[in-house]
């Protein structure tokens, strides 16, 4: 049986655009994938696929998909954390997300999830996660600072530990 994100990036994207995408999340951080991705066009709609080209990921989601496959497999399945969405700008959304992350966590129609963003105003990169009642917020990039002024670890660290912290703050809520 292949590996969860695997199969959602199958029926996300089709199996050969899947397995280019996939060894592109595992390849190292200077590796990005070329060409158009086609999951989510700019009406928003999930899903559909128009391009065999292979999608672009964002070396930040790509550091995020991998960790989370590899680490964190039960969490993702234990949560129902699908579908996969990969958006143009590199990002995704693994789960449904509202319009809103600060919404009624409590709210029937708002669902668990897990996703990278970028928001152009602030130029920072979030991981954020609702899971049951809780939701977070976890900086992966600030583009406001240089890269000089920051943790001494490297980025790869830094978001795999962000994405840890995240599992444990939500394993330790349930």
Known sequence: ??????????????????????????????????GSLSTSSSSGAEGTSSSSSSPYIHPLSSIVLSH?????????????????????????????????????????????????????????????????TKIGSYCLQDNTKPAWHGSKMSSVERIESAVDGMISSNEEAS
């Open 68 to 132: 989370l496959q590899t680490h964190h497999p039960t969490f993702l399945t234990s949560h129902s954390l699908s579908p996969l969405t990969l958006r143009p700008d590199g990002t995704f959304t693994l789960g449904h997300t509202s319009s809103n992350i600060s919404s009624d966590p409590t709210s029937p129609s708002t669902s668990n999830f897990i996703e990278t963003k970028w928001d152009p105003s602030s130029k920072k990169h979030w991981l954020n996660v609702k899971i049951n």
């Open 1 to 34: 049986m292949q590996p969860y994100l695997e199969m959602l990036i199958s029926k996300a994207i089709g199996n050969s655009v899947a397995r280019r995408a996939l060894t592109a999340a595992r390849a190292p951080l200077h590796s990005t994938l070329t």
